[in-house]
């Protein structure tokens, strides 16, 4: 028997995304996955799940569903109010759910993306070159190639243990960006000083044209270089400027190769901030070295790694949670016999 989630309300574009298609963009295939990587891997990590495990990623207003079987979820990314059979439950943490429940996903208050991690293996689709994500351009990868329809059922294994289910749930305060700091990109000496002080200074803010593909930022134009490129690989977070001088911050589902000039690469720690950021915040670009963004990677990443390590010290700490598979059922039998 298959175990599934039966779509009721897609909400306003939800699909299956993982970490991705890694190492095939050099054959022409968009690497895709999740736009906030650490919501992703926090909602795997808060259900036990590997941290690349696919899950349901959504955009500002998420999705209803029914359970056709018992299961742990995890809700997090934008800030948003969800009720599971009506009653309100809360995001980053560890929620159980019985057959035959309906999840409700609100719209979101803040931020653009949010993610929902399934127990037990995540969503179980087929991979396709080595991903279960969506790429909706291509029609590749989730449930035949796009967004999730009314009526759909999403495969998933049933899970009735989860050490921890307690302790698993971390507090978490929303950043307003203010500096968004990039390294040099490939074409930094091709724009002149003017260019590079401008774009250091001035305040930019996320326009109304912002997709997987690319946000395009507002702000006075740059100066373009006049020397024509060669087409080249592209890079999750490459800021390229085009030829009427404005910036594009390439994401997840960004073409395989691209002829712009890139001024700039936003580092991996503010990356996940400025993807859930709504258009009309301002904020500037700072620039940093490889040194002090590893550092920033690092600081972002220990977040995860101490919420892992709780999670650990939790296991047997009262109450301890669903560890034991059979004892679950058992107890199940001895409320259905009452």
Not at 74 to 92: D, R, S, V, W
Not at 159 to 174: D, E, F, G, T, Y
Not at 304 to 309: A, P, W
């Amino acid at each position: 028997m298959i175990d599934f989630v039966k779509i009721l309300n897609p909400g306003l574009s939800t699909t299956i995304q993982d970490r991705g298609r890694t190492g095939h963009q050099i054959e022409g295939f968009p690497e895709s996955g999740a736009m906030d990587r650490f919501s992703f891997r926090l909602a795997n990590m808060l259900v036990n799940n590997p941290l690349s495990t696919a899950g349901l990623e959504f955009v500002l207003a998420g999705p209803t569903m029914k359970f056709s079987c018992d299961t742990f979820i995890a809700i997090t990314g934008g800030k948003l109010k969800a009720t599971l059979n009506n009653k309100p439950i809360e995001q980053n943490r560890a929620v159980q759910v019985s057959a035959g429940s309906i999840l409700n996903v609100g719209q979101m208050t803040e931020g653009n993306y949010g993610y929902i991690a399934f127990a037990n293996g995540g969503v179980t689709t087929r991979p396709v070159l080595d991903s279960c994500s969506t790429t909706l351009r291509t029609g590749m990868g989730g449930i035949d190639g796009t967004a999730l329809q009314h009526g759909d059922n999403v495969p998933i294994i049933e899970s009735v243990v989860m050490p921890s289910l307690n302790a698993r749930k971390i507090s978490l305060q929303p950043e307003q960006i203010q500096d968004v700091h990039f390294v040099e990109g490939p074409h930094w000496n091709m724009f002149s000083e003017a260019a590079h002080k401008q774009f250091s200074n001035q305040e930019y803010e996320i326009s109304e044209q912002m997709d997987r593909m690319g946000y395009r930022l507002s702000g006075e134009p740059l100066e373009t270089p006049e020397k024509s490129l060669l087409s080249e690989g592209t890079v999750f977070g490459n800021i390229q400027i085009t030829r009427d001088g404005s910036p594009i911050v390439l994401m997840a589902d960004r073409q395989t190769t691209g002829g712009y000039p890139v001024i700039g690469t936003v580092i991996a720690a503010d990356l996940v901030d400025l993807i859930q950021t709504r258009p009309g915040v301002k904020f500037r670009f700072v620039k940093v070295g490889l040194d002090e963004a590893m550092d920033k990677l690092v600081a972002k990443r220990k977040i995860l790694n101490d919420t892992f390590i709780k999670f650990y010290e939790n296991r047997y700490d009262e109450p301890i949670g669903p560890i034991r598979r059979k004892s679950v059922r058992i107890e199940k039998l001895i409320k259905q016999s009452k």
